[in-house]
């Protein structure tokens, strides 16, 4: 019976018990590790805090910060916003409350000016009705002289043509007594008697003109 030699790994060397401990929260600072052919060998690790390592808190720290940065810088932006915002708001509003008055001044303005223009045509009314009652007034009295010239200018030339007639009658009755009496003063040859007749037809001819008169 052939004879076979086993070859058998080399044993692992017992753990000791009185291997140091890592203590609860403390960094690991090496580990073991079990290399091929049962040789463990030994690495390091990195350290942690808190359950973070050096990159996690770098990470932390950063995000810290930036959240740091955003509470500072958000509210002043916010409030610069609002700010802004507001001073638009009141620009607005001061823009508004400026067309409003301005609005409102002209709106008098024009109020005023009808007003005026109002006052303007009563006035013009007025003058203008004093100016036809006037013109009519002027033109009854013309009216009136015209026909009282026209009465006079009428009884003038009743009065001339009546002063006319008179004398045509005169003449005329003159003439006939002249004649009459030149016939008697032939016929009768009386100078006492025709002078006594001339007298009679002159105060004859004088009395008609008295009445006429």
Not at 61 to 89: H, M, N, R, Y
Not at 122 to 150: F, G, H, P, W
Not at 192 to 211: F, G, M, Y
Request: proline share 5%; hydrophobic share 40%; no cysteine.
């Amino acid at each position: 019976m052939a004879n076979t030699t086993q070859t058998s790994a080399p044993a692992t060397p017992p753990v000791s018990d009185t291997m140091p401990q890592t203590a609860p929260g403390a960094p690991n600072v090496t580990a073991s590790t079990e290399a091929p052919g049962g040789v463990q060998n030994e690495e390091p690790h990195e350290s942690t805090l808190l359950g973070l390592s050096g990159p996690g808190w770098v990470s932390a720290s950063i995000i810290v910060f930036l959240l740091i940065l955003i509470w500072k810088k958000v509210p002043s932006l916010i409030t610069s916003a609002l700010d802004k915002q507001i001073g638009e708001i009141r620009n607005r509003l001061g823009d508004a409350e400026r067309l409003r008055k301005e609005a409102e001044a002209l709106r008098a303005e024009y109020d005023e000016k009808a007003r005026q223009a109002a006052g303007e045509a009563e006035a013009i009314v007025e003058r203008a009705k004093e100016e036809a009652t006037s013109i009519v007034a002027e033109a009854q009295k013309q009216s009136q002289q015209l026909v009282e010239r026209r009465q006079k200018m009428a009884t003038d030339q009743i009065a001339a043509a009546e002063q006319e007639a008179i004398v045509e009658i005169q003449h005329t009755a003159a003439k006939l007594a002249l004649q009459a009496a030149t016939r008697i003063i032939q016929d009768r040859n009386d100078a006492s008697h025709d002078k006594a007749l001339i007298d009679q037809t002159i105060e004859s001819l004088s009395q008609p003109r008295n009445r006429l008169n």
